[in-house]
């Protein structure tokens, strides 16, 4: 339960436990459409439906999909000739979308529209022959699926520490982009980086950092400085949930802590903490985020207040692919009734 709070308020020494709650937080569209694409293909298709890798960075989310009979697997030689599977949100090179087509297996594309958007500007900038320094952590499926664009124009920057390597054909013709799901300061520190080495550097058309992921930098930021302990909800593999947790401690937080769910919570963390301050990543459930608060009402922690940073009304539409294969089976549905 939560009440509303504009911002953190003043706490006197002599007040109670207070326990302030970020908003945004958890699911944005782009997770929501890929979470609903798979849900969807079950209902249509039938299990098995395959994912190629996870289909959020939630190991809750996953095995309440694979419950449904969602199978994940790796790669493309895992899924069997034929046979129904979903790209994740995180998007794919076009070699996977070509070996895709090599095992005819039907492809359902729930890659978020933000992410799309950053392959565009990778083929854009490649076909204008520059060389494109991708912001991003090695290793991440984003990153390898936007450096599948253009392979042979993108390299990877790790952050400011790996500017000093990076070499370029010719310096007046060098952009950058960025995996969607860093945090807004440290690509923006790497920019800075970059362009005192490359003062041509050109930036994106628009901002790379999808809107989700700096609602929530921004709304962690405003209930931080006052905490004695940030709690943020969401898994490891989660690049935005962990940023979370280091923008809570260069905000200001005593202390701040990245977990699945209320079971990992120590109790050791709640010793002489005044106020919590919980939040939760962008692939979150809020199942997760009221068992944390159920938690801490048990320990005698009072109902959240909830900041309200900013609001969110984005809605993505459905998988084209889906969408015309749900009408088809509307259409034959109603036929089948007549």
């Known amino acids: 339960m939560t009440t509303d709070l504009g911002t953190p308020p003043v706490l006197s020494p002599d007040e109670a436990r207070e326990v302030l709650l970020a908003a945004p937080r958890g699911y944005c569209a782009g997770v929501d459409r890929a979470v609903i694409t798979v849900e969807k293909a079950l209902d249509l298709y039938g299990a098995p439906v395959y994912v190629r890798k996870q289909i959020v960075h939630n ?106 390597r990076v070499q370029v054909r010719d310096p007046s013709r060098v952009a950058w982009l960025s995996q969607t799901t860093l945090s807004v300061d440290e690509t923006m520190e790497t920019v800075r980086a970059l362009r005192e080495r490359f003062p041509e550097l050109l930036d994106p058309p628009s901002d790379d950092i999808c809107y989700a992921t700096q609602n929530r930098q921004l709304a962690v930021k405003e209930i931080s400085p006052d905490a004695d302990l940030v709690i943020v909800v969401g898994s490891a593999n989660s690049s935005n949930s962990v940023r979370l947790a280091e923008v809570a401690l260069e905000a200001g937080a005593r202390a701040a802590y990245r977990v699945d769910d209320a079971s990992e919570i120590e109790e050791s963390w709640l010793e002489g903490v005044r106020t919590v301050s919980v939040t939760s990543g962008a692939s979150v459930p809020e199942e997760l985020v009221d068992g944390v608060l159920a938690h801490l009402a048990e320990r005698g922690y009072p109902d959240a207040r909830a900041v309200h940073t900013a609001e969110e009304s984005l809605v993505f539409a459905l998988p084209p692919e889906l969408r015309r294969d749900m009408r088809a089976a509307e259409q034959a549905g109603r036929a089948g009734r007549g």
């Open 59 to 164: 190991k809750h989310v996953v095995s309440t999909l694979e419950e449904r009979g969602a199978v994940f697997v790796e790669e493309l030689d895992e899924v069997p000739q034929g046979a129904t599977v979903v790209f994740s949100a995180h998007g794919v090179s076009p070699e996977v979308h070509r070996q895709a087509a090599e095992r005819s297996l039907k492809t359902i594309d729930a890659t978020c529209p933000l992410v799309t958007k950053v392959h565009h500007e990778a083929k854009r900038f490649a076909a204008e022959d520059y060389d494109i320094l991708l912001i991003g952590h090695a290793g991440h499926e984003e990153v390898e699926g936007t450096a599948g664009e253009a392979p042979e124009h993108i390299q990877l920057v790790d952050g400011p520490d790996d500017v000093a």
